[in-house]
């Protein structure tokens, strides 16, 4: 199959393709989404396919109207109307109990779905022109980091689905923050809509514990995506945390003849004469989240034996950016603070 490159004045012919079952990569506010009717059980299969996705993880459903919600959903608790007055549309998926037209394919069998109000203007014309919600997990080979551009989406998926709408560099740059409000609210991946921010709406949020750890292939967790190591380029990845300075003299003292540093852009004159990306100031973290995936993927181009990456701390978009930099190393993680304060 040839993959055919849009525009965004193109939104017709990607709607078309659609509604006849077709599987195209559109941009959203977050990361770029690889995108089919949720109604549509043979083009869900051929997302699993596309990605080479494991079965039992299961998609995002789109929206670009509340309405929308009511008809996908068995309820929505009065937390979840409070969250979506303040936050959609934009980078925020809700889990919730689904009603069963929302087919199995698509929850990978499970009974709640996750449902996105994306704020991206091409990607709520695409949702309104085919006239269907739309299910789109990350525009991703399964494992790889997410893509944040169209030439991404093209890299990983060109021959293997219809189409790809170019609507330039994703603004937000890691995937919607998802937070379940089935039951007890529980935070299970963040993203651009904060902890701090949810906590102002909903006090009594939890962070479930996918986050904070690796989890067992065996062991169940409330979103199954977040038990997979994701994000990672070939080369094993180590995510130093600590200040700017510490995890900069810890990476400098390890690193090795064909190492790689991912490294904040003040850094970068620190690591003259060595391999190094650069994916946005320490002090600034939406650049860091817009650059983070980027980064990944330009480090796995030059092949190194082995990528250091500067992590931030946890406050603000910090959390998503620290979790997808540790997922990408399989938790393999360096505190550098603690490293010197024991020298
Ligand atoms: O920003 C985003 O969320 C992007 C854009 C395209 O919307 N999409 C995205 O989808 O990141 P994906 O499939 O790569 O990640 C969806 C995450 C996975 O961790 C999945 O397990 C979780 O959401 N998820 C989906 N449905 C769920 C459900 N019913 N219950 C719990 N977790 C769910
Ligand atoms: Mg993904």
Same mark, same amino acid.
């Given at each position: 199959?040839?993959?055919?490159?849009?525009?965004?004045?193109?939104?017709?012919?990607?709607?078309?393709?659609?509604?006849?079952?077709?599987?195209?990569?559109m941009?959203?506010?977050?990361?770029?989404?690889?995108?089919?009717?949720?109604?549509?059980?043979?083009?869900?299969?051929n997302?699993?396919?596309?990605?080479?996705?494991?079965?039992?993880?299961?998609?995002?459903?789109?929206?670009?109207s509340?309405?929308?919600?009511?008809?996908?959903?068995?309820?929505?608790?009065?937390?979840?109307?409070?969250?979506a007055?303040?936050?959609?549309?934009?980078?925020?998926?809700?889990?919730?109990?689904?009603?069963?037209?929302?087919?199995?394919?698509?929850?990978?069998?499970?009974?709640?779905?996750?449902?996105?109000?994306?704020?991206?203007?091409?990607?709520?014309?695409?949702?309104?022109?085919?006239?269907?919600?739309?299910?789109?997990?990350?525009?991703?080979?399964?494992?790889?980091?997410?893509?944040?551009?169209?030439?991404?989406?093209?890299?990983?998926?060109?021959?293997?689905?219809?189409?790809?709408?170019?609507?330039?560099?994703?603004?937000?740059?890691? $995937?919607?923050?998802?937070?379940?409000? +089935? !039951?007890?609210? @529980?935070?299970?991946?963040?993203? %651009?809509? =904060?902890?701090?921010?949810?906590?102002?709406i909903?006090?009594?949020?939890?962070?479930d514990?996918?986050?904070?750890?690796?989890?067992?292939?065996?062991?169940?967790?409330?979103?199954?995506?977040?038990?997979?190591?994701?994000?990672?380029?070939?080369?094993?990845?180590?995510?130093?945390?600590?200040?700017?300075?510490?995890?900069?003299?810890?990476?400098?003292?390890?690193?090795?003849?064909?190492?790689?540093?991912?490294?904040?852009?003040?850094?970068?004159?620190?690591?003259?004469?060595?391999?190094?990306?650069?994916?946005?100031?320490?002090?600034?973290? $939406?650049?860091?989240?817009?650059?983070? +995936? !980027?980064?990944? @993927?330009?480090?796995?181009?030059? %092949?190194? =034996?082995?990528?250091?990456?500067?992590?931030?701390?946890?406050?603000?978009?910090?959390?998503?950016?620290?979790?997808?930099?540790?997922k990408?190393?399989?938790?393999?993680?360096?505190?550098?603070?603690?490293?010197?304060?024991?020298?």
């Amino acid at each position: 199959m040839k993959t055919r490159l849009l525009g965004v004045d193109e939104i017709d012919v990607a709607a078309d393709m659609i509604r006849r079952g077709g599987i195209v990569g559109m941009p959203t506010e977050t990361v770029y989404g690889l995108a089919a009717s949720a109604f549509n059980e043979t083009a869900v299969a051929n997302i699993f396919v596309a990605k080479g996705r494991p079965q039992d993880n299961p998609l995002i459903v789109h929206i670009a109207s509340l309405d929308t919600l009511y008809e996908l959903c068995e309820s929505v608790p009065d937390v979840a109307l409070e969250v979506a007055k303040r936050y959609w549309p934009g980078p925020l998926t809700m889990v919730f109990k689904k009603k069963p037209v929302v087919p199995h394919c698509v929850t990978a069998g499970m009974d709640t779905v996750a449902v996105r109000f994306t704020a991206h203007p091409v990607a709520q014309e695409l949702i309104r022109r085919s006239g269907l919600p739309i299910a789109a997990p990350s525009a991703n080979v399964s494992g790889y980091p997410s893509p944040t551009t169209a030439a991404h989406v093209m890299r990983d998926l060109s021959g293997k689905i219809d189409a790809v709408i170019d609507g330039g560099s994703c603004e937000c740059g890691v $995937e919607s923050t998802v937070l379940s409000v +089935f !039951g007890q609210p @529980r935070l299970l991946r963040p993203g %651009s809509v =904060t902890l701090e921010q949810l906590r102002e709406i909903v006090p009594d949020v939890v962070v479930d514990k996918a986050l904070r750890g690796e989890v067992r292939d065996d062991e169940k967790v409330s979103a199954p995506g977040m038990k997979y190591r994701h994000y990672a380029p070939s080369a094993p990845v180590v995510a130093v945390c600590g200040s700017v300075k510490a995890s900069a003299e810890y990476i400098l003292r390890e690193m090795k003849a064909g190492e790689l540093c991912i490294c904040y852009s003040d850094c970068v004159s620190l690591f003259e004469n060595r391999l190094c990306v650069e994916f946005g100031k320490s002090d600034d973290k $939406e650049a860091l989240a817009r650059g983070i +995936f !980027g980064a990944l @993927r330009k480090a796995d181009e030059l %092949s190194p =034996t082995r990528i250091y990456v500067q992590c931030p701390d946890d406050g603000g978009v910090g959390l998503a950016v620290a979790n997808r930099i540790k997922k990408a190393a399989g938790f393999n993680v360096v505190d550098a603070d603690g490293v010197l304060s024991c020298l």
